[in-house]
C-alpha cells in the first residue's frame, strides 16, 4: 500500500521489538533538489516498546530524481540511510543525552509517526549541490547550450579582452 505518510498504530505496539516495512510515496519532502520520487521508497522501521517510549531505528532505500545544479538536467539518484530516534510523550527527556533525536509524542495522536524520521535520512543522503556526474560541464554562461551535449561558438572564443590588442598585431615576413 502506497502512502504518503509513514505511521505505525499505537495499537500494534504492544511490548518488545516490532518490525514494518512500508512503500512510502511522499508527496513533497520540501527539499528542492528532488524532482520527483518515481516510485515508492522503502522503509523499514524497528520499535523497541520501552516503559517511558519508543526507540525507533528507520531504514530508508530507494531512487529520487535529482536536478543537477550545474546543468540543470533530471537524473536518478540512490538513496539510503538509518536514523535512530526516541518517541515519548515525556517532555523532560527533550533535553536528555540520549543518543539520535528525541521526538515528543503529541497525546492526541493515534500512531507512531515516523515520516520526520525518513525525511532525515532523505535531508542527509541527498547532497545540497547534486550533480549529474563529478565532471559535468554544466551550461555555456553567454547562450545557455549544454556543454554536456554540444559545445558553442562562444566557449572557443571566450578568451580575455586584454589579448585582443595583440590579434592587431602583424609580422611582416
Ligand atoms: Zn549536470
Ligand atoms: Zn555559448
Redesign the pocket.
Known amino acids: 500500500m502506497r502512502r504518503k505518510t509513514v505511521a505505525i498504530p499505537f495499537t500494534s505496539l504492544n511490548e518488545g521489538r516490532v518490525s514494518f516495512h512500508f512503500d512510502w510515496h511522499p508527496e513533497s519532502t520540501g527539499m528542492s533538489q528532488i524532482a520527483e520520487i518515481p516510485e515508492p521508497l522503502n522503509v523499514d522501521a524497528r520499535v523497541t516498546v520501552l516503559e517511558d517510549g519508543y526507540l525507533v531505528r528507520v531504514f530508508l532505500s530507494g531512487k529520487v530524481g535529482l536536478v543537477c545544479c550545474r546543468c540543470g538536467g533530471g537524473f536518478l539518484a540512490a538513496v539510503s540511510g538509518e536514523v535512530d530516534t526516541f518517541h515519548t510523550t515525556d517532555r523532560t527527556q527533550l533535553d536528555g543525552e540520549e543518543d539520535g533525536e528525541v521526538r515528543l509524542i503529541d497525546p492526541r495522536q493515534e500512531a507512531l509517526d515516523i515520516t520526520p524520521d525518513a525525511v532525515d535520512i532523505l535531508v542527509l543522503s541527498v547532497s545540497a549541490k547534486p550533480l549529474c556526474s563529478e565532471d559535468c560541464k554544466g551550461l ?6 549544454d ?1 554536456n551535449k554540444e ?5 572557443r572564443e571566450q578568451t580575455d579582452p586584454r589579448w585582443d590588442a595583440l590579434k592587431q598585431i602583424t609580422f611582416d615576413e
Open positions: 555555456c554562461p553567454h547562450c545557455g547550450t556543454l559545445s558553442c561558438a562562444c566557449s
